[in-house]
């Protein structure tokens, strides 16, 4: 870690090492903090997991103390301590909220104390760090500004909910001059704010929230969480609910403010503004071609070592040809199970191992533990997962390995967990037994799941069970898995094994995934130049500059813009689109930015359109999953936030678009919207499937949703058409019937029908283009389309 020993002894560079699991990256990690922290560094210890940041610090705390460098060293998440470096001379929340309060900036961390040291990155686990969790996202800091003068404002604005209301209005009322009165260097501040509140008092209605402790939250897989917001949306759904004495008045007054953003600064950039970066890892072998030309070119981490283990050769036991196994959904229950039965027989019948299975999400695990399959033996398994208390997660991580324990995890168990084998009987019996119910998108982390067991020397085995439908996110068919098991060429290719192939896909769909998030990455470098910026100025009391940019980071939308295009856009989210959501995800921005530049040089507001994104699965999918839409947008952060935690799931033959057209006439219902995107790789479910799948959760189930109602593609096509609103449908697999109804949905509502090549390198590129032309189309014909081709040439219609 340190580089004693090679050619540049004596100074430090940016290094990696690998560790094996289980051999103390903990231990070296809290030694080489302690050395540089004594040689006079900063030193911020990077985790992706708070629970193990928590725990290595907590371990070492004493040491760190004793030794007299506690203020000089910090552990956390890669959010928690990116976080702490932009605040390190300050919380720029609170700087902002007491600069427009005050009108100057509190005083830093940082005054008339000891001049700043140096600062070393050691990275924790360093692939992790390429996740689109932290390497293609943004920190998005916000500022709440509140005071009785912005409470009885809103509460104004509020009364008029319902009833034409103009900014001219607010402007003379008293509420408004007692608040620019009481902010009187941020009126221009004040206005942004409530151009937008008079655009979202209008849709808030329209986005999906729960109403839950007194708080408005929002549905995250399968938790509810209430530290997200859309802006002034949720603060007037915090209205409404108290109106109909769901939420209490004390709630909505705490949570009333002019919430202010203050940039948005790059993950990816951040390592940057570290002297020298290090790090730990198991998996450094495991890196891609393409994570390696990142850590050398970007980070200029040049040196790496692979550090052999000290336990000698691994006794994991793990046969890529007999322990992969593929099945159908008939049968996949009950092979894990069957599995589970197996092989916690030890050598001797009469004594047990230990089965630890992980599974990809809470749903898939409390699935398997609800099933039919599992009812024999269910009294013997218990199950964690990230929501349990943490005395209950360690008690059962120190019972996972005992003797006859069958224990259910969540993935993230399965990288850093200490699964320390005690149990004699379990270590002579051939040791703990890992199943993985899910294919990884990357290497390092089966890798790190295989690592629970068969540690420091111990025997283990590792099996995995997939679910062929799940592998349609790598584009794997059952086709392809039976023509490898017969020898037969794929893709023009033999493989050996069915263990190849699934490797082979997995590290294609990360270069195609990596091409989308490059291009964010970029984007958002762009941006947190400028954020830096905006701090230097925020603490240098630069108050001209600190107004600019905190306006125009806060453009409000303009509420009496004749809005030309109203689009919805449905999008299928089962497992076979997982390129889709990726490359919506990472290109919304993009989509506006390149719209608004057609519309701004067309003379026509930036507000001319809305944009809400619809996702459906299939009746296999509870209510709260089986469609999920978005707020209406005019700018792109608040879509971003919301396609941010979608994970794809599902999968059932022909899809729900049937329920994506219905939201789509609801709607326009309550206010009319003027097309509809729809893009999918399977056509509409059938009159007789919609009835035969409603059975999957049962009428009864149905009965107390919204979806009362079984509804048919065909009817909801009519009501559009009624409406005269266009349906423009692309179609992401070369199926014959998902193109033929396609074309047909395109033909009897006057829309553009088109394959989308969205599994391709360029597919980013290709959903940029087609949504943004179809919204321009929508404003402003066919001659904006054609101005779009000419400032962007590269497109694919």
């Given at each position: 870690m340190l580089g004693i020993g090679?050619?540049?002894?004596?100074?430090?560079?940016?290094?990696?090492?690998?560790?094996?699991?289980?051999?103390?990256?903990?231990?070296?990690?809290?030694?080489?903090?302690?050395?540089?922290?004594?040689?006079?560094?900063?030193?911020?210890?990077?985790?992706?997991?708070?629970?193990?940041?928590?725990?290595?610090?907590?371990?070492?705390?004493?040491?760190?103390?004793?030794?007299?460098?506690?203020?000089?060293?910090?552990?956390?998440?890669?959010?928690?301590?990116?976080?702490?470096?932009?605040?390190?001379?300050?919380?720029?929340?609170?700087?902002?909220e007491e600069?427009?309060?005050?009108?100057?900036?509190?005083?830093?961390?940082?005054?008339?104390?000891?001049?700043?040291?140096?600062?070393?990155?050691?990275?924790?686990?360093?692939?992790?760090?390429?996740?689109?969790?932290?390497?293609?996202?943004?920190?998005?800091?916000?500022?709440?500004?509140?005071?009785?003068?912005?409470?009885?404002?809103?509460?104004?604005?509020?009364?008029?909910q319902g009833k034409p209301i103009y900014f001219q209005d607010i402007q003379q009322s008293q509420q408004y001059i007692d608040c620019t009165n009481r902010f009187p260097n941020w009126i221009l501040l004040i206005d942004e704010a409530i151009k937008d509140m008079l655009s979202d008092i209008k849709h808030f209605r329209s986005h999906d929230y729960v109403v839950k402790q007194d708080k408005i939250g929002y549905i995250e897989q399968d938790?509810?969480?209430?530290?997200?917001?859309?802006?002034?949306?949720?603060?007037?759904?915090?209205?409404?609910?108290?109106?109909?004495?769901?939420?209490?008045?004390?709630?909505?007054?705490?949570?009333?403010?002019?919430?202010?953003?203050?940039?948005?600064?790059?993950?990816?950039e951040m390592p940057t503004q570290f002297k020298?970066?290090?790090?730990?890892?198991?998996?450094?072998?495991?890196?891609?071609?393409?994570?390696?030309?990142?850590?050398?070119?970007?980070?200029?981490?040049?040196?790496?070592?692979?550090?052999?283990?000290?336990?000698?050769?691994?006794?994991?036991?793990?046969?890529?040809?007999?322990?992969?196994?593929?099945?159908?959904?008939?049968?996949?229950?009950?092979?894990?199970?069957?599995?589970?039965?197996?092989?916690?027989?030890?050598r001797n019948s009469s004594h047990k191992r230990a089965v630890l299975v992980f599974f990809e999400t809470k749903k898939q695990l409390m699935d398997f533990y609800n099933s039919d399959s599992l009812a024999p033996i269910k009294h013997l398994v218990v199950y964690l997962t990230e929501e349990q208390l943490p005395e209950e997660k360690l008690l059962r991580i120190r019972n996972a390995t005992v003797s006859g324990q069958i224990t259910l995890f969540v993935k993230s168990f399965g990288r850093g967990t200490d699964f320390l084998c005690n149990d004699q009987t379990v270590a002579k019996n051939g040791g703990t037994h890992i199943i993985q119910t899910f294919l990884s998108e990357t290497e390092s982390e089966e890798v790190q799941i295989k690592g629970r067991t068969a540690r420091q020397g111990d025997e283990g085995s590792y099996g995995l069970i997939l679910l062929a439908e799940d592998l349609e996110k790598f584009h794997i068919t059952q086709e392809h898995i039976q023509d490898i098991r017969d020898g037969k060429l794929v893709d023009g290719k033999r493989y050996n094994s069915v263990r190849e192939f699934l490797k082979h896909k997995r590290r294609e769909l990360f270069r195609i995934q990596h091409e989308t998030n490059k291009k964010f990455v970029e984007l958002a470098a762009e941006k947190h130049e400028k954020c830096q910026q905006f701090l230097k100025d925020l603490l240098l009391g630069n108050i001209d500059a600190v107004r600019k940019f905190l306006v125009e980071e806060n453009r409000g939308v303009q509420p009496e813009i004749p809005v030309k295009s109203r689009t919805i856009c449905l999008m299928d989210a089962t497992v076979s689109m997982s390129n889709l959501i990726k490359n919506c995800t990472a290109t919304i921005g993009s989509m506006f930015e390149r719209a608004t530049a057609i519309l701004q040089e067309n003379g026509l507001s930036t507000d001319s359109f809305q944009l809400q994104l619809v996702l459906f699965r299939n009746y296999n999918s509870q209510r709260n999953q089986i469609l999920k839409y978005s707020s209406w947008e005019t700018k792109p952060d608040n879509l971003r936030t919301f396609m941010a935690p979608i994970k794809v799931e599902g999968g059932w033959g022909h899809e729900a678009i049937e329920i994506g057209l219905w939201h789509a006439n609801n709607e326009h219902s309550r206010d009319p919207i003027t097309q509809v995107i729809i893009i999918g790789d399977a056509a509409p479910n059938t009159n007789d499937e919609v009835r035969k799948k409603r059975q999957c959760l049962g009428e009864n189930y149905w009965q107390q949703t919204d979806l009362k109602q079984p509804t048919h593609y065909q009817e909801e096509l009519a009501k559009l058409i009624a409406n005269k609103i266009p349906v423009h449908c692309f179609y992401v697999a070369k199926l014959p019937d998902t193109e033929s109804s396609f074309q047909e949905m395109a033909r009897q509502t006057n829309g553009q029908c088109a394959f989308l090549e969205i599994n391709s390198n360029e597919g980013a590129d290709k959903l940029t283009d087609f949504i943004t032309k179809e919204i321009l189309r929508n404003v402003g014909g066919n001659e904006f389309v054609k101005q779009y081709e000419r400032t962007y040439p590269k497109t694919y219609l």
């Open positions: 090679s050619d540049t002894e004596g100074k430090l560079n940016n290094n990696l090492v690998q560790v094996g699991t289980g051999e103390g990256k903990s231990v070296i990690l809290a030694v080489t903090s302690s050395v540089l922290a004594l040689a006079g560094f900063d030193v911020w210890c990077g985790c992706y997991s708070e629970q193990l940041s928590t725990r290595d610090y907590q371990q070492f705390h004493s040491l760190f103390d004793t030794l007299g460098i506690l203020p000089h060293i910090h552990y956390g998440t890669f959010n928690k301590l990116f976080e702490d470096l932009i605040n390190q001379h300050g919380v720029v929340r609170q700087i902002v600069f427009i309060s005050n009108g100057s900036t509190i005083t830093t961390t940082k005054t008339n104390q000891e001049p700043a040291r140096s600062k070393i990155l050691l990275v924790d686990e360093v692939d992790v760090f390429f996740s689109q969790d932290f390497y293609g996202n943004v920190y998005t800091p916000s500022a709440k500004l509140k005071d009785p003068t912005i409470v009885s404002l809103v509460d104004f604005i509020w009364s008029k938790n509810i969480v209430f530290n997200v917001n859309y802006g002034y949306k949720t603060l007037f759904a915090y209205y409404y609910e108290h109106q109909n004495g769901k939420i209490s008045r004390q709630t909505v007054e705490d949570y009333i403010s002019i919430f202010i953003r203050c940039g948005s600064f790059s993950y990816a020298v970066i290090m790090g730990v890892t198991g998996t450094l072998d495991t890196l891609n071609d393409i994570e390696k030309d990142i850590v050398e070119k970007q980070y200029k981490i040049r040196n790496s070592r692979v550090i052999p283990s000290v336990f000698g050769k691994t006794n994991l036991r793990f046969a890529e040809k007999d322990d992969v196994m593929i099945e159908n959904q008939n049968d996949y229950f009950n092979r894990i199970k069957g599995q589970i039965e197996n092989r916690i027989q030890g």
